[in-house]
Each structure stands twice: as structure tokens, then as C-alpha cells.
């Protein structure tokens, strides 16, 4: 491999024995690339946050659920939640046990809802009416109710999942309600959870409202205070897109003294001897995934220079969704790296904000190429569509000795055609 722009794939080894032209003859792009020892590090470094007892890291699904990531996951040490039917399926087949699945409920219907409970999972709900609802399906029953602390925090106002503006959690206000609705249906409140947003890189805005969740859980009813089981703080934790320019990591040691120090306080103060979770999703698994794409197309309009890639938002919606900034890798197999020019790479899509890269001083970029767009291992294959009728892509785990294998096969026109047999 020519390097064009891998300074720091090859800085960490990420490809292991293989190349990215390897993979990309071997399963074809789009191509989403994991790397095992990566995903390891990072729920350990979430893992050394705190030493107390009762401390747990709940990973966030929904960022990335292949079962393959998710049985690294487990053997890590980390719990997991589910949001769907289909996330629950997929924790279940990484092995997970009901008792270590916390079923995160929003807006879900009974018959949803009625399959986690089945389940065995303990169930959270976000507002009054599905509090209401949970109760009519199980009374009786041990349940958790997602708070709005009133503070949020995250890079776009479409992550920001706590505060004024936002459809998450029951405001701390209505807490005579909730236990109004706890006592009509002789449901025992087992833990009270929060999420404030996502992206942040700054340990602040988290162990203050973390402080608030601890709050109303101490202005709790004594017999209701006695009967928690969990607090969980969320997650949100931001990692550090800009790798080229060589943004600052979010501080977990900072992060880690201000958690840990807050809940072993608050723990001695009160009595409490439940356990305190923290739910990450991207800070788990967005380094340890790469998504190689292949340049099928260079041109000029106007005064802008595209590169046309394979990489269609379908495959990656992040940045037409948020506007969210993923550094480039280019690999070519022969050749040499021309001067920096300002480029726009684009995807296949029959969209015009089907936009990957805008006005990036990248060398230059030529067809043939291929790319790799770094971070990409969270809200990347998890949100990914058959949009143009466009197949999933597959997916590839660098294994921990180095070596690759398939972890999900590429999506193919039959497979499209199963969901219509008979209609």
C-alpha cells in the first residue's frame, strides 16, 4: 500500500496483517472495518472510571449492536440495555442474560413493552402515560423512570436529550405523579435513570446532573428510597473526531475523581447500597470502526472538486444528519500524494446534501482510491439504510492476533426480495 493519508490508522496498527486494498478485494466496499483491540481499551478505560463496588457500565446498543462487538463487549465486563424487539434480540444472541439488560422505553407500544417485560428485563419508562401503561401490564412489578434534570448538553440540537427542549424523561416536578402512579398499581421503583446528551468533552455538564438525579433520589419517600436498585447517570461520553488535527480527548481521569468521589459520598451519606450505572453507546465503540469506501469518480462544477465515493449516506448518515465531522484516510496502491487541494466528497446517493466531506484540504484525491473514513464504529451500520435500495454493507472485526473475519455478510438483492415473498 502507497500511503497517501494514513498517519494514524498506521500509527495504531489498525488494519493489523492486512491491508485496507486486502479487505476491499475480499468483501468489497462499502466496508465497515472493527478492531477488536481498540474496542477492548475503550470499555476498560470506561471500566476505570470508579472502583466503588456498585459502579457498572451499561453500553448503549443502539451506537452499535453486531452481536459479534457486542460478545467483546460482554466479555469486557459491561451490561448492556435495549431500546427495540430487534436490539433485545441482538444482546440476547451476544449471550446476555435478562438480568443483565436494562430495556430503555420510549414511546413503545404494549405489545413492546409486554416482550421486555416477558423477558425478564427491568424496564424503564419516560413518561407519565407509559408509566401508567407499564403498571396496567404488570402491577405489581419492579420499574425504572427515566428523569429530565433540566440540564443538556451535546454538539447538535438533535443529540441534546435532556432540558427544556427535548422529548426524554419526566421532569423532577412531577415526582408526586410518578409515585401517584406507583402506588395505583403497587409498582416498586426501582431505579431512577437520566441521559443528558451526547458528545460532550467536557466532565462538567455530566457530574452536575448527575448531582440532580442523586437530588431527587434522596428527596424520594424513605420506603420508596430504600426499594432502589439502580441510579444510572447515562452517557453521552464524546471522543475526539478531529484525529488530524489533533483534538484533546475528553478527560476520564478528571471525570473519573468527580464520578467516583460524588458517588461514594453520597452513598455513605444516605445508606444507599444499589448500583450507580453510566450508559455509554459512542464512546465505546466509534474508534475501534473504520468505513472504507471506494472513489469511483473525480470532477470539477463550478469552482468545487468532488470526489465521488461508494459511500452513500445511506451507509453513513451522520454527517447529513448532524452535520458531524469524520477525518479521511486515502490509500492508493501505487503513486504519489500531490499537494493538498480544497475537495468535497460526495456519495452515490440521488441526494444533493449526499455530502461526506465538505471543502476538505486533502491531497489529492483520485479515482480508484480508497478511503477510510475514521470513528465510524458508533450510530454508523446501526443507522444505516436500504435508501436507493442500496444494500447494507458488510461488516469486518480485526481480531486481537491481528488477523480479519467476516462478521456480517454484504446485504444482496434476495435478501430484499424475502420480505415481499408472498404479498
Not at 461514594?264 to 459512542?282: C, D, H, Q
Request: charged share 20%; glycine share 10%.
Amino acid at each position: 500500500m502507497f500511503a497517501i493519508r494514513s498517519q494514524y490508522t498506521d500509527s495504531i496498527n489498525f488494519f493489523g496483517e492486512i491491508t485496507p486494498h486486502e479487505l476491499a478485494d475480499a468483501h468489497g466496499t462499502p466496508l465497515y472495518v472493527y478492531n477488536e483491540n481498540i474496542l477492548r481499551q475503550r470499555c476498560r478505560d470506561l471500566k476505570a472510571l470508579s472502583s466503588y463496588e456498585g459502579f457498572v457500565v451499561n453500553y448503549s446498543v443502539k451506537a452499535n449492536s453486531n452481536p459479534a462487538l457486542l460478545k467483546i463487549i460482554r466479555d469486557e465486563g459491561l451490561t448492556v440495555d435495549a431500546m427495540s424487539p430487534g436490539e433485545l434480540a441482538m444482546d440476547t444472541l451476544a449471550g446476555y442474560e435478562p438480568e443483565d439488560i436494562l430495556y430503555i422505553s420510549n414511546n413503545n407500544t404494549p405489545a413492546e413493552m409486554l416482550e421486555a417485560i416477558t423477558h425478564g428485563c427491568l424496564v424503564s419508562v419516560d413518561s407519565l402515560c407509559q408509566l401508567d401503561m407499564y403498571g396496567t401490564l404488570n402491577r405489581g412489578g419492579r420499574v425504572m423512570v427515566r428523569i429530565n434534570p433540566g440540564i443538556g448538553e451535546g454538539h447538535n440540537a438533535k443529540v441534546i436529550t435532556a432540558g427544556a427542549n427535548t422529548k426524554f424523561g419526566i421532569g423532577a416536578d412531577r415526582l408526586d405523579d410518578i409515585l401517584a402512579i406507583l402506588n395505583k398499581h403497587e409498582l416498586v421503583l426501582s431505579g431512577l435513570n437520566q441521559h443528558i446528551g451526547s458528545l460532550f468533552m467536557k466532565p462538567d455538564g455530566f457530574l452536575d446532573a448527575a448531582g440532580i438525579l442523586l437530588q431527587i433520589a434522596e428527596n424520594l419517600p424513605p420506603d420508596v428510597f430504600r426499594q432502589l436498585e439502580i441510579l444510572d447517570f447515562g452517557g453521552g461520553f464524546g471522543i475526539p473526531y478531529h484525529k488530524y488535527d489533533h483534538e484533546e480527548r475528553l478527560d476520564m481521569a478528571a471525570l473519573g475523581r468527580g464520578l467516583d468521589a460524588t458517588i461514594r459520598s453520597w452513598a455513605a451519606k444516605t445508606g444507599y447500597r444499589g448500583r450507580f450505572l453510566v450508559e455509554p453507546g459512542r464512546y465505546v465503540v466509534a474508534e475501534c470502526g473504520i468505513l472504507l469506501g471506494r472513489v469511483t469518480s473525480v470532477k470539477s462544477n463550478a469552482h468545487t472538486h468532488y470526489a465521488g465515493t461508494d459511500i452513500g449516506f445511506n451507509v453513513l448518515q451522520r454527517p447529513v444528519m448532524y452535520d458531524s465531522f469524520h477525518d479521511i484516510e486515502i490509500y492508493r496502491q501505487k503513486g504519489d500524494s500531490e499537494k493538498p487541494m480544497m475537495q468535497t466528497v460526495v456519495g452515490n446517493i440521488c441526494e444533493s446534501g449526499d455530502i461526506l466531506a465538505k471543502n476538505r484540504l486533502l491531497p489529492k484525491i483520485e479515482a480508484g482510491d480508497l478511503i477510510g473514513v475514521l470513528d465510524a464504529g458508533a450510530y454508523g451500520f446501526s443507522m444505516a439504510s436500504n435508501y436507493n435500495q442500496r444494500f447494507l454493507p458488510a461488516e469486518v472485526l480485526i481480531s486481537a492476533d491481528g488477523s480479519a473475519r467476516l462478521i456480517r455478510r454484504r446485504q444482496t438483492a434476495r435478501d430484499l426480495e424475502e420480505c415481499l415473498k408472498g404479498i
